[in-house]
């Protein structure tokens, strides 16, 4: 009895993996065909295919590819990041910006800017400098949050309070800089992958790829398995709960930080991307909500950023920020949520 | 039971999606700076213009009243004596009307003529904070009889009902929100019926249209380069101006085409984008970072691939140059002689304007591996006020 | 396994919850710590399940200092059940049941193996539990998830097993059905059992010893006989309490107040 429930979820797993990479193969595929350019879709294809490829089209190409990875690594880590925080507070609503990072990020960027006006004008740096701010919110959050007990509740408790700090130091400076920045603001606000270049992507492979080495060497999904049934639950199984809500904290604070870092605040996707999971899997077991999320999430943001590239297309206002679609999206996905858990 | 919960979430997903728009479209409103980057090469036309005296002819009192960029109708009994201007074009305008000594206070952007910096000094002109950040409370213990802001700036339009509240009289003119140069016009004239200046309105109006038709007339008819403007160093997002932008008309006017016309407002491109229209020229807002760095950089994004990178013609401006190109004002004329020089530089030569840097490319040979971003800078050209 | 305490304190901030408690419970034995709600029943099975460590004094399995065993091999000899249970994110019965198989997986092992779950298709069927396999632990009516909540307990086939209010919230039917199958794990597997209960019957029913606790300090201990008798339970309750015989068991029952006044 207990091997055929456990078989059909293994089978429920693979039936849906299968599902969720096809899926993004087929968005990639869209992906690599849409763009500002409006090189016809079929163009782009036989390029991509080899058959056919003329120079301009390679080009563009290029760019259409930076931009599909962009989103298909931020797509997951950001799931990622949300099946973590949600796991260590057991709490749904969770989103992985409740760490507070996004905001300490901003706001050491503000003060950057504020020292050097000419980083304004390096991406790199700019992009090392935000993970770092992310990666100081961390350790503040973190700090707080273990004085405080070391729960995943202590934890977001904490996260708030350096997120509602933070906020308001990035926005005073904001108040200060807006007369000449205002722009580029936007951009780290809202999210956008059409600034991403091919050299910025390491910043997005390498956490993802540290992230995932720690996370199963350390074992976490099933730590957090046995953490969703109670802090005393998990230790009695041997667990160090401690130990666990940190670790897992800090591998969602760098999945977050180094997407924020390089793509921008893209909200909804560490929210959406384990609960689609969780509602098609049917329970939270991390071991297949973690690899599910990741799918999604990035199902969610190659979806997005088609979005975004048509609105190019069909609009004169010029490509919306990734973020933005995200929560448009967002809005009608949380209500739907907000009324589903109030009725029960 | 169903139909009810549709209702809910349609209900609610509608507000968010309302709330969602209106805060956008807040953000997206407004106008930001445009910038142009133009190059100077070494001059081998000098241009030089005398500033010819204004002479202020100041009609006797009778009531009159004018109306605002908004609509209002505002009634003036006699000209201010005590003005606040709001904007950077605003206190331009003022000055090339010869209202100086009408003026108490300005924001810290205000910074042509160099005269308002000596008269801040002295203390007969006070700031009143930034353009975008004015501060109600430092206008209004000026106790100015007017005060001056720009239509097209949100922070300005806020100031509206407390500066009533405070019994002062607020003026809008179009500002930062002109489009042409018949925005731009109306609110010299605007601005000189108020003051009673008509005379010295329309000479103004009429030496802009000189020194544009100047220009315009030397404007090559046979080839429109297509020239890319970006808001900012690309690292932080590709922002440029759409076609119902003033910084756009300019560059039709001058010759050119901007390739993202087809936009309205302040549209985020893309490198894709930007690739498959290939501009001939790029000017980029360096907005106070240093040069190289700034150069460097932009060598290492893809529009090294476009054909103005690969034939030295990606400009940056900054400081001065910016505001010239940023500001629908009086120095109009200055804007598209500059604008037209850096389309066309075989044709213009060089403005007499510093803070225009051309990234071009060394002599050596261009490997791969990184070739090395010589900055051709203007010589050491006196800073002479330029106006017609 | 032999568990003894000695003289073992414990405080929360500068609240003493447990005050010099010694006491031993022997292999095969369900021992009961009854007592008002604050006494130091909770704690006690915390400090044994080594969840928290005690301030003064130590605790000793088969003779050895529970703070000397490695925290893996505690979490494969003891269980610990937390009267609480976050239902906060959905999760499977049988999820829940085989994490308590996680201390026995091997370094790498990421899924159960197959005695793992011929183990918990062995006790669902003792407890009656198989058909609710893959329901959702937020489906569950709360007879049924104390059930599943001892299977997980069983699962881990521990020497010492902890429970905590095992049948707080449950219909008097599956009152006893818990302690029922208490018994028979202890009796059958040789385990130690140590048990914390409000209701006094049960712990006279079902109870080897039965240590009264008030403010952390043990005030009396013994065969439930012996402590529901004596005159400390009525100061530690403020209520009478009787004994009555009924077939051959005996069982304490708390009196009302009222039925004095009415006499009087």
Redesign the interface.
């Known amino acids: 009895?207990?091997?055929e429930?456990?078989r059909?979820?293994r089978t429920r797993f693979f039936l849906l993996s299968l599902m969720f990479l096809t899926l993004i193969s087929l968005l990639a595929i869209v992906s690599l065909s849409i763009?500002?350019?409006?090189?016809p879709p079929f163009k782009a294809l036989k390029c991509l295919l080899g058959v056919e490829c003329y120079e301009?089209v390679r080009?563009?190409l290029g760019?259409?590819i930076t931009?599909t990875i962009a989103s298909i690594l931020v797509g997951c880590m950001l799931a990622v990041a949300g099946v973590l925080v949600?796991?260590i507070t057991?709490?749904?609503l969770a989103d992985p910006f409740i760490l507070g990072i996004s905001s300490t990020a901003l706001a050491t960027l503000s003060i950057a800017l504020l020292i050097d006006?000419?980083?304004?004008?390096?991406?790199q740096l700019?992009i090392a400098i935000a993970l770092g701010g992310a990666f100081l919110g961390y350790i503040l959050t973190t700090s707080i949050g273990v004085l405080a007990g070391g729960t995943g509740f202590s934890l977001v408790l904490s996260g708030i309070a350096v997120s509602a700090l933070f906020s308001g130091v990035s926005h005073v400076l904001l108040?200060?800089l807006?007369?000449?920045?205002?722009?580029?603001?936007?951009?780290?606000l809202m999210g956008?992958t059409?600034?991403v270049?091919e050299?910025d992507i390491p910043y997005l492979t390498v956490p993802a790829l540290l992230s995932l080495l720690a996370l199963y060497l350390l074992?976490i999904p099933?730590a957090l398995?046995?953490y969703?049934?109670?802090e005393?639950?998990a230790?009695?199984?041997?667990y160090?709960v401690k130990l666990t809500t940190i670790t897992s904290a800090f591998i969602a604070s760098l999945l977050t930080g180094a997407s924020v870092a390089v793509v921008g605040i893209v909200g909804f996707i560490g929210l959406a991307g384990p609960h689609i999971s969780?509602m098609l899997y049917?329970?939270?077991?991390h071991?297949v909500t973690i690899v599910l999320s990741a799918l999604a999430g990035s199902a969610l943001a190659i979806s997005a950023d088609i979005v975004a590239?048509l609105i190019?297309l069909f609009s004169?206002?010029?490509?919306l920020?990734l973020g933005?679609i995200t929560?448009?999206i967002g809005?009608?996905f949380?209500?739907?949520l907000?009324?589903k858990g109030g009725r029960r | 039971m169903v139909a009810r919960?549709v209702a809910?979430?349609l209900v609610?997903?509608l507000m968010?999606?309302a709330a969602?728009f209106g805060v956008?479209t807040y953000?997206?409103g407004?106008t930001?700076?445009t910038a142009i980057i133009t190059e100077i090469k070494t001059t081998t036309v000098v241009f030089t213009e005398r500033i010819t005296e204004l002479t202020t002819v100041v009609m006797p009192e009778a009531r009159i009243s004018v109306v605002d960029a908004l609509g209002r109708e505002i009634t003036f009994d006699k000209p201010p004596t005590r003005v606040v201007s709001l904007a950077p074009s605003i206190t331009e305008m003022l000055f090339a009307l010869g209202l100086q000594d009408r003026i108490v206070g300005v924001t810290s952007?205000c910074n042509y003529p160099p005269e308002v910096q000596q008269l801040v000094s002295k203390g007969d002109i006070t700031i009143i904070g930034?353009?975008?950040?004015p501060d109600l409370e430092k206008i209004v213990s000026l106790r100015p009889d007017l005060v001056i802001g720009s239509a097209g700036t949100p922070p300005h339009l806020r100031l509206k009902e407390s500066l009533e509240q405070a019994g002062i009289k607020v003026f809008y003119i179009k500002a930062t929100a002109a489009i042409n140069k018949y925005d731009v016009y109306s609110d010299i004239r605007v601005l000189a019926k108020i003051f009673r200046v008509e005379i010295a309105a329309e000479e103004l109006v009429n030496r802009i249209e000189v020194d544009m038709e100047f220009v315009e007339k030397s404007i090559p008819k046979d080839v429109k380069p297509k020239v890319l403007v970006l808001?900012?160093?690309?690292?932080?997002?590709?922002?440029s101006a759409?076609g119902n932008t003033f910084i756009s008309w300019l560059i039709t006017t001058a010759g050119g085409v901007n390739i993202?016309a087809?936009?309205?407002?302040?549209?985020?491109?893309?490198?894709?984008?930007i690739?498959?229209?290939d501009p001939d020229v790029i000017i980029v807002s360096?907005?106070?970072?240093?040069y190289t760095?700034?150069s460097k950089?932009i060598a290492?994004?893809?529009l090294a691939?476009t054909k103005a990178f690969k034939t030295g013609r990606v400009y940056l401006v900054d400081q001065e140059a910016n505001d010239i190109l940023v500001r629908p004002g009086p120095r109009l004329g200055l804007a598209l002689r500059m604008l037209a020089s850096i389309l066309f530089p075989d044709t213009f030569g060089e403005p007499k304007v510093p803070t225009v840097y051309r990234i071009s490319e060394g002599t050596d040979s261009i490997t791969s591996a990184g070739s090395t971003i010589r900055l051709s800078t203007v010589g050491t050209t006196t800073h002479e006020v330029v106006t017609i | 396994m032999r568990i003894e305490l000695r003289n073992v304190s414990f405080s929360y901030d500068s609240v003493k919850a447990v005050d010099k408690v010694s006491l031993e419970v022997d292999s095969g034995k369900t021992f009961c710590f009854v007592g008002p709600n604050g006494s130091g029943k909770t704690t006690l099975l915390?400090l044994v399940?080594s969840?928290i460590r005690p301030k003064e004094g130590v605790i000793y399995l088969d003779g050895k200092d529970l703070k000397t065993f490695d925290?893996?091999e505690?979490?494969?000899t003891?269980?610990?059940s937390?009267p609480?249970?976050?239902r906060?994110?959905?999760?499977?019965v049988?999820?829940?049941i085989l994490?308590?198989r996680?201390?026995f997986?091997k370094a790498?092992q990421?899924?159960?193996s197959?005695d793992d779950?011929?183990l918990?298709?062995f006790l669902?069927r003792e407890l009656k539990i198989?058909h609710l396999?893959?329901r959702?632990l937020d489906q569950l009516s709360s007879g049924e998830l104390q059930r599943v909540v001892i299977a997980a307990a069983l699962a881990k086939k521990p020497k010492v097993l902890l429970l905590d209010e095992p049948s707080a919230f449950l219909d008097i039917r599956y009152r006893f059905e818990v302690m029922d199958i208490v018994k028979k794990y202890v009796a059958k597997y040789g385990a130690t059992s140590i048990v914390a209960l409000h209701d006094i019957n049960i712990a006279s029913l079902y109870c080897d010893t039965v240590a009264l606790l008030n403010k952390g300090k043990i005030v009396a201990c013994g065969p439930p006989s012996d402590v529901f008798s004596s005159k400390v339970v009525e100061e530690v309750y403020g209520v009478k309490v009787e004994i009555i015989q009924v077939g051959s068991y005996y069982v304490a029952f708390p009196l009302p107040n009222y039925r004095d006044q009415q006499h009087t």
């Open positions: 009895m207990a091997y429930v456990i059909t979820n763009g500002s350019s409006a090189i301009p080009l563009v760019f259409r931009r949600q796991g057991r709490n749904p006006v000419s980083i304004l004008a390096q991406r700019s108040y200060i807006q007369d000449r920045f205002r722009h580029p603001y936007i951009n780290l956008s059409s600034g270049l050299r074992r099933k398995n046995a969703l049934f109670g005393h639950h230790s009695q199984l041997g160090r969780r049917g329970t939270s077991d071991r590239r190019t004169t206002r010029g490509e920020p933005v929560s448009i809005a009608p949380l209500a739907y907000v009324i | 919960n809910l979430t609610v997903a968010m999606l969602g956008g953000l997206a407004g930001a700076t952007h930034g353009f975008w950040t808001l900012g160093p690309p690292a932080w997002g590709l922002y759409g993202a087809k936009f309205t407002g302040w549209p985020m491109l893309d490198y894709e984008f690739l498959s229209h360096a907005m106070g970072s240093n760095i700034l950089e290492e994004t893809p691939q | 915390k399940a969840l925290i893996n505690i979490a494969k003891l269980s610990y937390d609480h249970l976050p906060t994110l959905p999760a499977r049988i999820d829940f994490t308590s996680y201390p997986h790498f990421y899924f159960e197959k779950l011929e918990v298709d669902s198989s396999l893959d959702r």
